[in-house]
């Protein structure tokens, strides 16, 4: 009994202290990107220009869609805005832009001033429609399949190396 | 006998006083949700754009009609465990859940036997 | 120049250290009885240029020499002095020489006031916390030094955290590193038990003051920190089961727990062997606490900044000292040592610590887990306050029963009589809640129970201390706070009023039987920050009561960050407390205003709880 007892608290020492070890490296910070891999339904947002309603079935016939959630008040969006700008010009691959809790005219002069990549433009005054896609802060983008299924998460502004994943990504085939 | 009649005293008591809030709570709610882009605070105590928006939302699915724990697994869902501060009932924490208690039945016994061994020594 | 000083006296340190080994490890070996003045020389020498080396960095941090890192990384010449005093300790490197000063000197003490106990006992004491005191000087050197310089020179700091220039703040590290850094002295002395087989009375007696001492100023150190929280952090809570804040509380467990297997150690010379566990865990986990602190393994408010090679440093320090404690606990393990006497008494103490570890277990597996589930499985989940408070407040419930009962039994021999009394003050407790509940709000479940627990612990302290024959004074007074302490948490959770909207300048809006109006918004300007001071009326239309808080928005320079002042009106009844922020792109500001009631209550009960132990050492030293 006894020996049973010392080997488990051994064992347990052993267990706690390399745990301890393995956290060492890990980075403490939380984000999302891990969450991929689950569909998204329920997809309702507002055009930007009329009261019309986008659903999941106006991107159902996408290869991919990539959806990006922008402000013309947010600096960085203004840093990844080329990126776009270029993504838009692949094939299989539409752009969703949703405008986060922004007013029109703003957003407007953002798209004269910089380009309009998307294919698609809605507006999320509120912020609400944002927690559907369990976005956190902006600027955000999801790259969804033709399933609606996410297959990846770019939290932040999109640079070039994720640029060249997406086009990666949807090249193939 | 009389220890009896003191505990049902005691439950008919209770009865009277038994908070009886069926209603959620969403006070409770907001206390129970991390806010992603603060420092170690629940959705209650910040401001931030994060917090209050997802206070609209929770308030939404809350008329609904969406339960707690419906409201709980569909923010979990998008993202992610992180953002509830009650670990979920499942599998993954079972030990997180189950070994306090655990630990307090094996002291009990622990106890228990060491008494009864010194009384019968005695 | 101070640089040099520093430096110079931490190697001197060093030195002593060995030195003191090595003789103590020579005077094992002849057969008097008698530690040769050297040694306490040595130790003496030892104290005094630590302090010395500490004082040289607070001077530096004084006159704002930057050169040092630490004074550069950590102050500002536009800090108020007592400000830059205390950020002396505010920081990584500076906390660690405060870590050194209260091993090193316990040190001495311990020596000191040991004479009466074996020499091979008080030397291999010595020789274990110089191990330890080498352990961090060497981190220091090697990792941590506050005397490491930079060039060139730069002519001014990067200021200190707004948040942390605060009183309560400044006093609140030197509180706690005395709790539980103090705990290593009955680390090293229960190594040394066991080393040389002392008699359980006898080390019994030797640590119970120093238990005491690190009981009560770890007591204190949890409330400074708690109160700072409320005073400071604006959301009016004053625990949230941060994991930092459970590194403090899961010493402050075995502690007490320690306290109370001493009492049975000294008398009856039984649980040896689990006391010595104890002694060995406190300290055990001070360290840890340290680790997870500063390792940057955690996610929290109170975290120093993230270095994973501090952190592979405290983890071998801790891996060490947890091996050597299980490897002699195995080795001199007596299956004999652990006697219990079926004795009333020792039957409640043992409760005691059953619980204690009841709460411990639950507050450690609650912080640890994060970690674990995501070193295995890459999966972060959160462990917050409705875990704890769930798992561990109806176990609270019959804690407080037990403790209410317990020192009834021993008293009372006639069975009857004794569950007579009992069914009295029980009936009185349920009384009191209904009356309770009855006049002001009803109440959920748990918090009945809790209160009736809580007024049962006090009534029975209160009967205890009306008995005839010699009452326990700090033990009544110490179980007679924490029952006060629950009973006016229970309350105050239970009847605190929140109210959060908005408002902007000028408008009034009625909520309930309160009329908030906003009545001014002034901009300050400060020597460090500048401040949007907003005047709040409200009135009571209950009682026709109008107060006047006001709230503010902090903006600091140096380093830039925004800050929320709550305004707190306090009075024995309960607290106002009142934040205001700022809303993004709007002109509206949220308010968020709370009627806390009985909230200073709950401060002098801690007060008191620790007051019962400093008294109980009190009259320990009296009767030496």
């Given amino acids: 009994m006894q020996k049973i007892i010392k080997s488990s608290i051994a064992l347990l020492f052993i267990f706690i202290i390399g745990v301890f070890f393995v956290s060492l490296n890990k980075n403490p910070s939380y984000d999302t990107k891990n969450l991929t891999g689950k569909e998204i339904i329920n997809i309702k947002l507002e055009s930007f220009e009329n009261n019309e309603f986008f659903t999941n079935k106006d991107f159902s016939d996408n290869k991919y869609t990539l959806i990006n959630f922008w402000a013309s008040w947010c600096a960085p969006c203004r840093i990844e805005h080329p990126n776009l700008m270029e993504l838009s010009k692949e094939q299989n691959i539409k752009i969703l832009g949703i405008n986060f809790k922004d007013r ?20 999320d005054v509120n912020g609400k429609q944002s927690v559907n896609f369990g976005i956190y802060g902006i600027p955000e983008s999801i790259l969804l399949n033709n399933k609606f299924v996410v297959i990846k998460k770019f939290i932040g502004p999109l640079n070039m190396d994720d640029l060249e994943n997406i086009k990666r990504i949807i090249r193939v085939l | 006998m009389k220890l009896k009649n003191l505990l049902i005293i005691f439950f008919l008591f209770f009865n009277f006083n038994i908070n009886a809030n069926q209603s959620i709570n969403e006070n409770e709610i907001h206390k129970n949700l991390r806010c992603l882009v603060c420092q170690g605070q629940s959705i209650a105590d910040s401001n931030s754009d994060f917090a209050i928006t997802l206070k609209m939302v929770v308030s939404d699915l809350i008329k609904q009609g969406k339960s707690e724990e419906e409201i709980y697994n569909f923010l979990s869902d998008k993202y992610g465990d992180w953002i509830l501060y009650k670990p979920k009932f499942n599998f993954g924490n079972f030990l997180l859940w189950g070994i306090p208690y655990l630990a307090l039945l094996i002291g009990a016994i622990i106890i228990v036997f060491f008494i009864r061994k010194q009384s019968k020594k005695a | 120049m101070l640089s040099n000083i520093g430096n110079f006296l931490l190697f001197i340190n060093i030195l002593l250290s060995f030195i003191i080994i090595y003789s103590s490890l020579n005077c094992l070996k002849s057969s008097n009885n008698l530690i040769s003045k050297n040694i306490y020389r040595t130790s003496l020498l030892q104290s005094t240029f630590i302090i010395v080396c500490f004082f040289s960095l607070i001077s530096a941090f004084i006159v704002s020499d930057f050169s040092l890192i630490t004074v550069y990384q950590n102050s500002h010449s536009l800090k108020p002095l007592f400000y830059k005093i205390s950020g002396t300790w505010g920081n990584h490197e500076g906390s660690l020489l405060l870590w050194v000063i209260i091993l090193t000197i316990f040190s001495f003490l311990f020596l000191v006031f040991n004479k009466n106990h074996p020499k091979n006992y008080r030397v291999y004491t010595l020789v274990i916390q110089n191990l330890l005191i080498l352990g961090f000087l060497f981190f220091i050197l090697f990792n941590s030094n506050p005397f490491s310089v930079i060039k060139p020179f ?57 238990v005491l001492v690190s009981w009560v100023f770890q007591t204190l150190g949890i409330l400074v920190g708690s109160i700072w929280a409320y005073y400071e952090l604006g959301w009016g809570g004053f625990w949230f089961w941060d994991p930092v804040e459970n590194a403090s509380l899961l010493p402050w467990f075995a502690m007490t727990a320690l306290l109370h297997s001493l009492l049975v150690l000294e008398k009856r010379n039984s649980l040896y062997f689990w006391t010595i566990i104890l002694c060995l865990l406190t300290f055990t986990l001070s360290v840890t606490g340290t680790f997870l602190v500063r390792s940057g393994i955690l996610n929290s408010v109170h975290t120093f900044a993230n270095d994973p090679a501090r952190g592979l440093y405290i983890l071998i320090f801790l891996s060490l000292m947890i091996l050597a404690s299980i490897y002699f606990l195995f080795i001199k393990y007596k299956p004999s040592h652990d006697q219990i006497n079926s004795n009333s008494k020792e039957t409640f103490i043992l409760i005691n610590n059953w619980f204690m570890m009841f709460y411990l277990i639950t507050v450690l597996l609650g912080t640890l887990y994060p970690i674990f589930t995501d070193a295995l499985s890459d999966n972060k989940i959160s462990v917050g306050p409705p875990f704890y408070n769930s798992v561990i407040i109806p176990i609270v419930v019959v804690f407080l029963l037990f403790m209410a009962i317990g020192p009834q039994t021993k008293w009372i021999k006639n069975k009857f009589t004794n569950l007579k009394y009992l069914l009295i003050m029980f009936s009185g407790a349920l009384i009191i809640n209904f009356a309770i509940a009855y006049f002001f709000r009803s109440l959920s479940l748990i918090s009945n129970l809790i209160i009736i627990s809580s007024i049962f612990l006090i009534i029975s302290s209160f009967f205890d201390f009306f008995r005839k024959p010699r009452i326990n004074l700090p033990r009544i007074i110490s179980h007679l706070s924490f029952g006060f302490l629950i009973f006016f948490i229970g309350l105050n959770h239970n009847f605190s009023v929140e109210k959060d909207f908005n408002l902007k300048l000028g408008e009034t809006k009625k909520i309930d039987n309160y009329n908030f109006y906003l009545q001014d918004l002034k901009l300050n300007q400060y020597s460090n920050y500048k401040a949007v001071v907003g005047k709040l009326q409200i009135s009571n239309l209950a009682t026709n009561e109008i107060r006047t808080l006001k709230p503010e928005i902090r903006i600091y320079n140096n380093p830039e960050t925004l800050t929320y002042e709550a305004s707190i009106q306090t009075n024995f009844f309960r607290d106002y407390y009142l934040t205001m922020s700022n809303i993004d792109r709007s002109e509206y500001y949220n308010i968020k205003f709370q009627e806390k009631p009985l909230m200073i209550w709950i401060w002098i009960s801690v007060i008191t709880l620790s007051f019962g132990g400093f008294l109980s050492l009190f009259r320990n030293a009296k009767n030496n």
Avoid: C, R
């Fill in chain 3, 154 to 210: 730069p002519k001014e700091g990067l200021g200190l955290n707004p948040i942390l220039q605060d009183p309560a703040l400044a006093i609140h590290p030197p509180l706690l590193y005395i709790g539980f850094v103090g705990s290593s002295i009955y680390f090293s002395a229960a190594m040394a038990s066991l080393i040389t087989n002392y008699s359980a009375s006898g080390f019994a007696q030797s640590i119970k003051n120093w």
């Fill in chain 1, 104 to 123: 029109k005219a703003n957003a407007l002069k953002f798209l004269e001033d910089l380009g309009n990549p998307y294919d698609y433009l809605v507006k």
